[in-house]
């Protein structure tokens, strides 16, 4: 089976009239184009097995994520500094350590990060 890796934009062919390309990953989402000639059906595997037809044998079955990545902005990025600079003026009573080994387990800071 051939496993393509592509950028956003990027695209590959299928015989001399198909083509797929790369659109945006949204989440954990990937937007495909799919230029094909009408008379090629196009059926997403999830209907297809609904329909009551059989999964192709070379489609391997992939583990869901245990683990979700949060979608990361500036402002997130803001709300977690100000927690820290927080935490900081917290001192060190047992509330503060606990909120931020805690909080460190999430969000590594990148003295953590590296080790």
């Not at 089976?1 to 001399?16: K, N």
């Not at 000639?37 to 059989?54: A, D, F, K, N, T």
């Not at 009573?93 to 590296?114: D, G, H, M, V, Y």
Request: net charge positive; with cysteine; proline share 7%.
């Amino acid at each position: 089976m051939l496993c393509v890796t592509l950028l956003p934009g990027g695209y590959f062919t299928v015989g001399s009239d198909i083509v797929i390309q790369f659109d945006r990953l949204s989440g954990e989402r990937v937007h495909l184009v799919i230029n094909a000639p009408r008379e090629v059906p196009i059926v997403r595997g999830e209907v297809l097995e609904r329909q009551g037809g059989q999964r192709p044998a070379c489609v391997k079955e992939i583990s869901p994520r245990c683990v979700h990545q949060l979608p990361w902005d500036h402002a997130k990025k803001q709300a977690l500094a100000e927690l820290r600079r927080e935490l900081e003026q917290m001192g060190g009573s047992p509330e503060a350590r606990s909120i931020r080994e805690k909080l460190n387990r999430i969000f590594p800071s990148r003295s953590q990060a590296a080790d």
